[in-house]
C-alpha cells in the first residue's frame, strides 16, 4: 500500500520528516475494531488514553486529532452504518506514538482537503479537521484510497 505526503511507508517502516520508525519495534499496541457511533468513538478514545497513560507515564497528550478522524471515519467514511467497522491501532515505537484508522467508506480525495488555503482561509465549514489534525501532529498521511489515516506523534515534542 502507497502512503502519500509527508509519510513514506513501507512493509516494515514508516519515514516521517527523515525519521525512521521501526514497525517491528513494537513496544506496546492497543487494537480495536469499533461500531460507527458516537458512542463508540468516546470509548474508543477514553481506552487510547488509558492506554497511553498506562504505558507513558510521564506524556500528557491532547487526543483532539485522534478522536477527529474517529469522527471522520464514522461520519463520513461509514456514514453512521450499522453494517461498517472502523479499526483503530495505537503504537508505541520508540519515541514515537502511531495512530492507524481505517473505515469501510469508499475513500475521499484527500489530497484536496490537506490544502491549507482551501480549507482554513475558505468560508468552507469542511476540512479544517484534516488540515488542522495535520499541523498539530509530527505527521499525517492517508492512503491511496483515502479510507485509512496514519497520524504520528514524536513523544519527546508532546
Known amino acids: 500500500m502507497e502512503y502519500i505526503n509527508s509519510l513514506v511507508m513501507t512493509d516494515n517502516h514508516i519515514i516521517v520528516n527523515d525519521i525512521v ?24 478514545v477514553e481506552q487510547a488514553n488509558d492506554f497511553l497513560r498506562l504505558h507513558l507515564n510521564s506524556v500528557c497528550l491532547n487526543l483532539w486529532c485522534f478522536e477527529e478522524m474517529l469522527a471522520n471515519a464514522i461520519e463520513h467514511g461509514n ?6 467497522k472502523a479499526f483503530v491501532e495505537v503504537k508505541i515505537i520508540d519515541n514515537f506514538i502511531v495512530f492507524i484508522i481505517t473505515d469501510e467508506g469508499e475513500g475521499f480525495d484527500w ?30 498521511t492517508y492512503n491511496e484510497k483515502g479510507n485509512q489515516v496514519i497520524i504520528i506523534y514524536n513523544i519527546s515534542q508532546v
Open 21 to 44: 520508525i521501526n514497525l517491528n519495534k513494537v513496544e506496546a499496541s492497543f487494537t480495536k475494531e469499533m461500531e460507527s457511533s458516537f458512542k463508540a468513538i468516546k470509548q474508543t
Open 79 to 84: 456514514s453512521f452504518s450499522a453494517n461498517k
Open 111 to 140: 489530497r484536496k482537503q490537506m490544502a491549507f488555503k482551501s480549507c482554513l482561509l475558505a468560508d468552507n465549514e469542511r476540512g479544517r479537521g484534516v488540515v488542522m489534525s495535520k499541523m498539530l501532529s509530527t505527521g499525517m
